[in-house]
């Protein structure tokens, strides 16, 4: 080719010609570096860093690295002077080339993929321009631009000689995979030292040194602010002063309210104070109000089922008053709810009465989100109605015990000290935290017994007895997650009442009357937005607000933007939380990522953040997955159980991935977590409890599909477990009654392993399917052999009753279970139901006559079938020796040692020598005695001598 | 002196003198057992209230006045069997 092109340029064109159709050829080329013998090892990787420092290709490794090393050998030697190991002199590194190319044209004839002839020549072509043009380096790096990076090639058909792992498909198709090479691996390690360091924030350190940075300036700048308008407050304060007391009272009362928490200083003191949803607080007044009847003894007014005018409710009144106080301001909002009052919440309210004069859901369960006002919902409904609330914490008394003795105190006694006692009102907060246990216990003792009353006839007796536990107080359950399981069976029982979000507009008025009282200067949308950002948790509002009091300073839009706010509670499902690690969310409406973050994490702020910022408020953008995984995770905290799901569903998953890349990165961070996992349960150090939920962002970004996907609830571990368990007892008790002397050469393992699944095709000869008399020397020979195998092994055929009815022989210990794969369709040799039989049958004769032989060791049964059988009915009946054995001369007589047994010949005569013992010695002991029954003494009189002569 | 509370038999005509009977041992308690054919009897040992005296008579073959007899035995205690004897039954053939 030299001679053919000698102009440079074009000679170069048709070097990068050549290579890219070497490319093309070797296309595992890349990672040939890695997996060259030893020697070459070394200086290719050499050779790749320099590549890596010449020119900043993105793949380090690539096919190129051999002509790198020589073009730029010479035209650096200054640079390669760094590498210590490298000769200068010309002949070792032509001799380095060569062990690169030679190495690279190796591999290409191993890989089994098209290897022509000519290749080598071709290389050699190659080193010979390399050592003509190296004058020319420029030129040289250009065309890899071009290159068009190849996927490498990890599964081979055939067999490549690089290192590899054979697997066997189920259809008996052989793959060869192959491994990576620990070179490779220390690159990649090399790669990451080299990159990332703080890369588990989402906010690289120098952009929050900026932010810091604008901060303390931004800070500064208020500060200069805030001394001027404090000034201008105090003189203001000072003329008040001066007009009168009064305001300076009020200001002092404020003063000492506020080492208060907010949340009871500004706790509502009435039902009109309630922010909550109207129609769920009259629901729940309007079901305490039905209680009447049981509780004080009042007619309950049930309203007629559409005018409510006659008899109209507190409440109606009490909307009256509220409309004449301005607080409800949208009186047509509220017309239009009331329609709906019974539709709405999806718990409907039944307004009979039982005969017992209670409502009949005797429950209520009010669930929703946390920091709506739920509790306060309860205690302040409870007391407008005329009861004294008492709370109890389910999650406090998790025990069943304390649980009854709580509710039996709360709903049977009342406070006799007071001047009015009321009557209790029990409110069990938090019930989803109780056992479940607590609650069937509860939603019992409230509805069974209204059963008990209707069928008080007959159960007159047992009503008195019981009586005396009706419930005849309201109860009131507050629960933060409805669809807990544990709370079944209440949710059937009791009245259900879901707490919508508070209204915004009202939260915001009410926090801008609250924050005016404690001369906090903010505005409406500021309120808006913080409303927005706590999503209408009220606790959460009242609190920050709290906080944010104390910088001393008018609130400002952009505080409350920037603001973190921890939420109390927020629980994500596990399927929640595999949905958004498997999905990829689309673009959607602008949100407030910082709403999303977790406590800990540092803040985002939009401004500050300028890389970040127009990304921010983009949903499916990277930082912003990255922190909503992260918060996914940290919100479930089943870190187990979650990584269980994400590696049983992952295979389900259609993300794109046709070089199984992502499915190796993936499983590479599965195997970090279970690391990190296991350093933590082998060690009980939590210190490194912090990176689980990293893995998971990282199986997120390889793993995710745009498509939502059908997620399932991982069972395979546990399923694998009850059948390792299973396999495991079975190879035990095989292993149990096995002859000593196999035995001693057989681990469990290699039962397992060597034995069990060889054995299967041993014991199942082919056999003709005739009867037993019918078989040949041949077959009767493998048969005894089959047995001789069955009966060391301990194992045996046993008829067994299958679901359908029929009959069927199967091993016994079922050890085919544990050799056999389910997956592994293979059909297999077994044997017909009569050869199992007779196997079988043949095993039980076989092992009685090594018993009646009295043999240890196992020896391979030297008689046929038929000859089998006859030990059995000539078995010496030695009973009648033994009868008469009476002597211990006798016995030791019948209980010759067993080699007088042992020989077939031997049979008759010791049958007959025992007959004739036993004769001699019946004969010895011819007298008997014959007892006369009675006393001696029963018949006694004196007689006289005088009698007898 | 042996008491029994049956009797002995045996299948051929002939007297039982000077036959084995069966055997008798004594527990360690000194307690008294005989075997008798397939029967085990449980005696025990009891003084007599008044002694016997085996005695032999001496010159048998004059019958005349000066007939002798003499002592051969003092019998103190007897050994009696009133029990129900027990059967021996042979020991079975271990099961397979």
């Known amino acids: 080719m030299d001679d053919e092109f000698p102009d440079p340029d074009e000679e170069y064109e048709m070097r990068y010609a050549d290579e890219f159709e070497m490319m093309n050829e070797f296309d595992f080329e890349e990672d040939s570096a890695p997996i060259l013998p030893k020697g070459n090892d070394k200086k290719v990787k050499k050779s790749l860093n320099f590549n890596d420092g010449s020119n900043d290709s993105s793949r380090p490794n690539s096919s190129m690295s051999g002509h790198a090393v020589a073009s730029s050998d010479s035209r650096s030697n200054s640079r390669m002077s760094g590498h210590a190991n490298l000769t200068s002199d010309e002949a070792g590194r032509k001799r380095m080339q060569d062990e690169v190319f030679g190495s690279l044209s190796d591999d290409e004839e191993l890989c089994g993929k098209g290897s022509n002839p000519s290749k080598k020549s071709r290389n050699d072509d190659i080193l010979l321009d390399k050592c003509t043009t190296h004058t020319i380096p420029d030129m040289y790096e250009e065309p890899r631009a071009y290159r068009a990076p190849r996927p490498k090639r990890y599964v081979f058909r055939l067999v490549p000689e690089e290192p590899h792992q054979c697997v066997t498909t189920h259809t008996g198709q052989k793959l060869f995979i192959r491994l990576k090479s620990e070179e490779s691996l220390r690159q990649r390690e090399i790669d990451l030292n080299s990159k990332s360091v703080g890369k588990l924030l989402k906010v690289s350190v120098a952009s929050l040194k900026l932010q810091m940075h604008n901060e303390t300036r931004s800070k500064s700048m208020l500060v200069s602010e805030e001394a001027f308008e404090r000034r201008l407050r105090e003189l203001e304060k000072t003329e008040y002063k001066i007009k009168g007391t009064t305001v300076d009272d009020m200001g002092n009362n404020s003063k000492n309210k506020s080492t208060d928490s907010w949340m009871d200083l500004y706790r509502p003191k009435n039902y009109l104070d309630l922010l909550s949803e109207e129609n769920v607080n009259r629901t729940l007044l309007h079901w305490l109000k039905l209680w009447d009847k049981a509780v004080f003894n009042r007619e309950v007014k049930i309203r007629a089922p559409k005018i409510d005018e006659n008899v109209k409710p507190k409440w109606a009144q009490e909307q009256k008053s509220a409309g004449a106080r301005g607080r409800f301001d949208n009186n047509k909002k509220f017309e239009h709810k009331k329609k709906f009052f019974n539709k709405n919440t999806d718990g409907e309210l039944k307004e009979e009465l039982d005969p017992s004069g209670r409502p009949i859901q005797k429950i209520v369960l009010i669930s929703g989100p946390p920091g709506l006002g739920k509790t306060t919902l309860a205690h302040v409904v409870a007391k407008h109605a005329g009861y004294f609330p008492v709370e109890m914490n389910a999650s406090d008394d998790r025990n069943v015990e304390a649980f009854k003795l709580q509710i039996e105190a709360a709903t049977q006694m009342r406070s006799v000290i007071g001047a009015n006692p009321l009557p209790n009102c029990l409110i069990i907060d938090e019930i989803d935290g109780a056992p479940a246990a607590s609650i069937n216990f509860l939603v019992n003792t409230v509805t069974q017994e209204g059963a008990q009353n209707k069928e008080n006839n007959q159960a007159a007796k047992k009503k008195k007895k019981k009586g005396i536990n009706i419930v005849s107080r309201p109860v009131i359950c507050i629960c933060n997650d409805l669809y807990t399981p544990s709370l079944r069976p209440l949710r059937q029982a009791a009245l259900v009442l879901q707490f919508p979000p508070t209204n915004p507009n009202r939260l915001a008025q009410r926090l801008l009357s609250i924050s005016k009282e404690q001369d906090i200067q903010v505005d409406m949308t500021t309120m808006l937005a913080l409303c927005e950002k706590a999503e209408y948790d009220i606790r959460s509002c009242l609190a920050t607000l709290y906080f944010l009091k104390a910088h001393g300073r008018p609130l400002r839009y952009s505080d409350v933007m920037n603001l973190n706010i921890g939420h109390k509670d927020s629980h994500k499902s596990l399927f929640q939380v595999w949905q958004e690690i498997f999905h990829i969310p689309r673009q959607k409406r602008n949100q407030y990522i910082g709403a999303n973050e977790p406590e800990g994490m540092l803040p985002l702020a939009p401004d500050v953040d300028r890389p970040l910022a127009p990304n921010a408020g983009n949903n499916a953008s990277m930082p912003a997955r990255f922190a909503n995984i992260l918060h996914a995770v940290h919100s479930c905290g089943e870190y187990d159980r979650l990584m269980q799901g994400v590696f049983e569903n992952y295979p389900t998953i259609k993300f794109k991935d046709s070089y199984l890349n992502a499915v190796c990165t993936g499983l590479d961070w599965v195997c970090y977590f279970d690391h990190v996992n296991h350093f933590i349960q082998v060690n009980q150090n939590y210190c490194v409890f912090g990176y689980l939920p990293y893995a998971f962002i990282a199986l997120h970004f390889q793993l995710a599909a745009v498509l939502s996907q059908k997620i399932k609830y991982p069972t395979a571990q546990t399923e694998l477990k009850a059948k390792q368990g299973k396999n495991e007892s079975i190879v035990s008790t095989m292993l149990q009654d096995l002859k000593p002397n196999v035995r001693i050469t057989n681990s469990k393992e290699t039962i397992i392993q060597d034995i069990i699944p060889f054995s299967l095709p041993i014991i199942t000869p082919s056999l003709r399917p005739v009867s037993a008399q019918l078989y040949s020397a041949e077959e009767k020979e493998q048969i005894l052999r089959v047995i001789g195998v069955m009966i060391s092994y301990n194992l045996t055929f046993r008829q067994e009753k299958s679901i359908d009815g029929v009959y069927r022989y199967c091993l016994e210990p079922d050890v085919e279970q544990v050799a056999n794969f389910e997956i592994v369709n293979v059909q297999r040799k077994s044997l017909t139901y009569s050869v199992k039989q007779m196997l079988a049958r043949e095993i039980e004769l076989e092992k009685l006559r090594q018993y009646e032989s009295n043999l240890g060791p196992v020896t391979t049964p030297t008689v046929t079938i038929e000859e089998i059988e006859e030990p059995k009915v000539i078995k010496p009946p030695p009973n009648a020796a033994m009868t008469l054995a009476l002597k211990p001369k006798p016995i030791a007589e019948s209980c010759k040692p067993a080699t007088d047994f042992f020989g077939r010949p031997l049979k008759t005569p010791p049958k007959k020598k025992n007959a004739d013992g036993s004769i001699a010695k019946t004969a010895q002991n011819d007298v008997w005695y014959h007892f006369k029954e009675g006393y001696s003494n029963a018949v006694r009189r004196n007689v006289k001598m005088e009698d007898f002569i | ?96």
């Open chain 2, 1 to 96: 002196m042996i008491e029994f509370q049956g009797d002995l038999e045996t299948k051929s005509e002939e007297a039982l003198g000077n036959k084995v009977i069966g055997d008798l041992h004594f527990n360690h308690e000194g307690n008294p057992i005989m075997i008798i054919g397939h029967h085990i009897l449980h005696g025990k040992v009891q003084e007599l209230e008044k002694p016997l005296v085996v005695i032999t008579k001496e010159n048998d073959d004059e019958p005349d006045e000066n007939v002798k007899y003499s002592v051969t035995a003092v019998i103190s205690k007897k050994l009696i069997f009133k029990t129900r004897p027990k059967p021996i039954v042979g020991e079975m053939i271990k099961k397979l």
